[in-house]
């Protein structure tokens, strides 16, 4: 079966080297900016490739219960390397706005209270600091397994709101987001018969 065979390759990968690779993209992206392989706005094209890159990790953490429960795939003991990594993406995401983009702290405020696509990419940000804050085995242990699982169902609305934002902010009709935002749509359906057959068996 091509589900044990995954499950038996991967059994002695360790998640660790995930976050030496999560390093490249970010170093190679400022390379291609600071040598003009960003084109003529290349704050702008890291702001975007970063941002684009957490919401492909958003929904790569998305994936991993779905492909468990319906592919008998596991790839669980990734699944908080994935989300940290997601969010470091994020932090460098929203650091580019900041400081290379706006660089004024009155006109960041404003932009966020003025420019809904900001205040919803603001507000996935928010929603993330939590998740990354408890995202190791103290903070399990501290809020116990049921509390820390609800605690971070709060990706699924940070996601959503990923997928929103970027839908948002891209001029004109573009595809592209809209294929991301049914993405996450789909994942999030996919726990809602799970979900509704908890209730029932409680």
């Given at each position: 079966m091509l589900a044990?065979?995954?499950?038996?390759?991967?059994?002695?990968?360790?998640?660790?080297?995930?976050?030496?690779?999560?390093?490249?993209?970010?170093?190679?992206?400022?390379?291609?900016?600071?040598?003009?392989?960003?084109?003529?706005?290349p704050i702008k094209a890291l702001e975007h490739e970063l941002g684009e890159l957490a919401l492909q990790l958003l929904i790569a953490g998305l994936c991993i219960?779905?492909?468990?429960?319906?592919?008998?795939?596991?790839?669980?003991?990734?699944?908080?390397?994935?989300?940290?990594?997601?969010?470091?993406?994020?932090?460098?995401?929203?650091l580019v706005w900041l400081v290379l983009d706006v660089q004024i702290l009155s006109q960041i405020w404003a932009d966020i209270i003025k420019r809904p696509y900001i205040t919803v990419g603001m507000a996935a940000f928010v929603l993330l600091i939590p998740l990354a804050a408890t995202s190791n085995n103290a903070s399990i242990r501290k809020l116990g397994g049921k509390r820390w699982r609800q605690l971070h169902k709060l990706v699924y609305a940070a996601a959503l709101l990923g997928g929103v934002h970027f839908l948002m902010l891209v001029k004109g009709f573009q595809i592209e987001p809209l294929i991301y935002l049914a993405i996450i749509v789909g994942l999030l359906a996919l726990r809602l018969p799970l979900a509704t057959g908890a209730r029932q068996r409680a």
């Open positions: 044990k065979r995954i499950n038996g390759a991967l059994r002695h990968v360790p998640a660790w080297p995930l976050y030496i690779v999560a390093v490249v993209p970010p170093v190679w992206l400022l390379w291609q900016g600071l040598t003009g392989g960003l084109g003529v706005e219960t779905p492909l468990r429960r319906f592919a008998g795939v596991n790839l669980l003991r990734y699944r908080r390397a994935v989300g940290l990594i997601a969010f470091f993406y994020v932090v460098l995401h929203l």
